[in-house]
């Protein structure tokens, strides 16, 4: 015989007083980061919260989210999650990366597909995870580039999306190697003669998908990309 369920005074039953405010958090960041794996990322979410890590949730919804059956899932959104977890590291272990990756609900194949791109042992630098990631959603060296420079950026979101020279053209060198078209004597004839060219730096996204360069103290210059077959100085066209 089942015994009668013991009723309950509201006297009696304690709520933790932040459990409002943390089932609601939760609630908008589930919305915002439309997990395909509600709870794979929940596990992720709050495993993370208990840390006081970077929690794994979009700045705002990506839609139509990708299916995991015939797309990658990666999106920028995605990749500036992780950013937002790992960039704290110069170097950050496959295994704790492979984890966030899975708390992201992302098909952990493509995870490993990333990886044979640069093979490494036990860890890889940051920039050049998040570079490689950058290359999965861009079918080349320059949407790869764009994507960076907006995920990097520090500007608001809308904004030129302006990062530093020389993370641009370090980024820019090691994607290119990793790139069999593109030759590297291309590669250095195009940074060195954009360095001299126009000296201290700064490079970004205009929000029509044009790369930005501007002179310090001085004018902008408009760079625009000719043709994505051709990643050299050739391939850029200058307006004042």
Same mark, same amino acid.
């Given at each position: 015989?089942?015994?009668?369920?013991?009723?309950?005074?509201?006297?009696?039953?304690?709520?933790?007083?932040?459990?409002?405010?943390?089932?609601?958090?939760?609630?908008?960041?589930?919305?915002?980061?439309? +997990?395909?794996?509600? @709870?794979?990322?929940?596990?992720? =979410?709050?495993? /993370?919260? !208990?840390?006081?890590?970077?929690?794994?949730?979009?700045?705002?919804?990506?839609? +139509?989210?990708?299916?995991? *059956?015939?797309?990658t899932g990666l999106t920028q959104g995605l990749l500036k999650v992780l950013h937002k977890q790992c960039?704290? *590291?110069? &170097?950050?272990?496959? $295994?704790?990366?492979?984890? *966030?990756?899975?708390?992201?609900?992302? +098909?952990?194949?493509?995870?490993?597909?990333?990886?044979?791109?640069?093979?490494?042992?036990?860890?890889?630098?940051?920039?050049? %995870?998040? $570079?490689?990631?950058?290359?999965?959603?861009?079918?080349?060296?320059?949407?790869?580039? *764009? #994507?960076?420079?907006?995920?990097?950026?520090t500007d608001p979101e809308g904004g030129p999306a302006r990062i530093p020279f020389?993370? %641009?053209?370090?980024? =820019?060198? &090691?994607?290119?190697?990793?790139? !069999?078209?593109? #030759?590297?004597?291309?590669?250095?004839? =195009? @940074? /060195?003669?954009?360095?001299?060219?126009?000296?201290?730096?700064?490079?970004?996204?205009?929000?029509?998908?044009?790369?930005?360069?501007? #002179?310090?103290?001085?004018?902008?210059?408009?760079?625009?990309?000719? !043709?994505?077959?051709?990643?050299? @100085?050739?391939?850029?066209?200058?307006?004042?």
């Amino acid at each position: 015989m089942p015994l009668p369920d013991t009723m309950f005074c509201a006297q009696q039953i304690q709520i933790p007083p932040e459990l409002p405010d943390i089932l609601k958090q939760f609630t908008k960041a589930a919305i915002r980061t439309q +997990p395909a794996d509600v @709870l794979q990322w929940s596990a992720g =979410y709050f495993s /993370a919260l !208990s840390r006081g890590d970077p929690l794994p949730v979009k700045d705002r919804i990506e839609m +139509p989210m990708a299916t995991q *059956k015939t797309d990658t899932g990666l999106t920028q959104g995605l990749l500036k999650v992780l950013h937002k977890q790992c960039s704290h *590291k110069q &170097y950050v272990e496959l $295994a704790d990366l492979e984890q *966030k990756w899975k708390n992201l609900c992302l +098909p952990i194949e493509n995870f490993r597909a990333l990886l044979q791109l640069d093979p490494c042992e036990d860890k890889i630098e940051w920039i050049k %995870f998040l $570079a490689l990631g950058c290359s999965m959603l861009g079918g080349s060296l320059n949407s790869s580039m *764009k #994507h960076l420079c907006e995920i990097l950026t520090t500007d608001p979101e809308g904004g030129p999306a302006r990062i530093p020279f020389e993370t %641009f053209s370090y980024v =820019y060198r &090691y994607l290119s190697r990793i790139d !069999s078209d593109v #030759h590297e004597v291309d590669t250095e004839s =195009y @940074l /060195a003669t954009l360095k001299d060219t126009l000296g201290s730096l700064e490079v970004w996204n205009h929000p029509d998908g044009l790369i930005w360069i501007q #002179h310090q103290g001085s004018q902008k210059r408009l760079f625009q990309l000719e !043709s994505l077959k051709k990643q050299t @100085l050739q391939g850029w066209r200058v307006s004042l």
